[in-house]
T-cell receptor, first 112, second 113 residues
Framework: RKEVEQDPGPFNVPEGATVAFNCTYS??????FFWYRQDCRKEPKLLMS???SGNEDGRFTAQLNRASQYISLLIRDSKLSDSATYLC?????????????FGRGTSLIVHP | EPEVTQTPSHQVTQMGQEVILRCVPI?????FYWYRQILGQKVEFLVS????????KSEIFDDQFSVERPDGSNFTLKIRSTKLEDSAMYFC???????????FGSGTRLTVV
C-alpha cells in the first residue's frame, strides 16, 4: 500500500459545483495532516491543516478519520481559480522530527 | 509573509557536472528539507536537516547528494556528478516546530543535458 494515496483525477466540474477529494495513508503513527495546493510548475502552498475535529476555512472543509486513516477535502461553490492540483500531505515521525510525505495529488479543473 | 528563497530558479548543466542549489529558509525555523519533483510525478522527499545534521534521508539521497548549512542562513543541496535522471524541480522547505506549517520555496528547475 502506498504511504499516501489519492485519486489522481482529473475532476472536471462547472463553476459553482461542490467537489470532494479523498486521501488515505498507511502509517497509523502519522501525526499531522495537511492539504496543499500546487499550480502548474509552482511550489506547493499550504491550503489548510486538517484536525481530528474537522475544520473549515471559507469554502473549504477538511475532515480526518484516524481510525480509517482517511482524510477528505470538500470545496463548495467552486471558482475558476480553484483549478489546481490538490496534494494530501501526511507527516510521519522520524528521528525526533516529522517528515511530510506527499500523495501524488488530485487534479481539479473548474470550467465556466 | 515570511518566505523561503531559492536560487537559481533554473539551472542547466551538463551530465557529470556538480551543481549546488541554494536555499534561504525562514529565519527562525529549525527544520529544513529538500524535495524533488520530476515533471508529472509526485513530490518526493530527499532529506531533512536539524541541528546542523541530517535527521532523515530517503533512498534517493545517495552518495551523490550532500547538504550543508554553511553560514547559519543558507541551506544548500549539492549533487556531485549529475545524471540525466536528476532533471527535476527541487524544492526547499522549512518548518519552525517540526510539525506544522511547512513553507516551500519556489523551486529550482534543474535540467541535465
Amino acid at each position: 500500500r502506498k504511504e499516501v494515496e489519492q485519486d489522481p483525477g482529473p475532476f472536471n466540474v462547472p463553476e459553482g459545483a461542490t467537489v470532494a477529494f479523498n486521501c488515505t495513508y498507511s502509517n497509523s503513527a502519522s501525526q499531522s495532516f495537511f492539504w496543499y495546493r500546487q499550480d502548474c510548475r509552482k511550489e506547493p502552498k499550504l491550503l489548510m491543516s486538517v484536525y481530528s475535529s474537522g475544520n473549515e476555512d471559507g469554502r473549504f472543509t477538511a475532515q480526518l478519520n484516524r481510525a480509517s486513516q482517511y482524510i477528505s477535502l470538500l470545496i463548495r461553490d467552486s471558482k475558476l481559480s480553484d483549478s489546481a492540483t490538490y496534494l494530501c500531505v501526511v507527516t510521519k515521525p522520524s528521528g525526533g522530527s516529522y517528515i511530510p510525505t506527499f500523495g501524488r495529488g488530485t487534479s481539479l479543473i473548474v470550467h465556466p | 509573509e515570511p518566505e523561503v528563497t531559492q536560487t537559481p530558479s533554473h539551472q542547466v548543466t551538463q551530465m557529470g557536472q556538480e551543481v549546488i542549489l541554494r536555499c534561504v529558509p525562514i529565519s527562525n525555523h529549525l527544520y529544513f528539507y529538500w524535495y524533488r519533483q520530476i515533471l508529472g510525478q509526485k513530490v518526493e522527499f530527499l532529506v531533512s536537516f536539524y541541528n546542523n545534521e541530517i535527521s532523515e534521508k530517503s533512498e534517493i539521497f545517495d552518495d551523490q547528494f550532500s547538504v550543508e548549512r554553511p553560514d547559519g542562513s543558507n541551506f544548500t543541496l549539492k549533487i556531485r556528478s549529475t545524471k540525466l535522471e536528476d532533471s527535476a524541480m527541487y524544492f526547499c522547505a522549512s518548518n519552525g516546530r517540526g510539525r506544522y506549517g511547512y513553507t516551500f520555496g519556489s523551486g529550482t528547475r534543474l535540467t541535465v543535458v
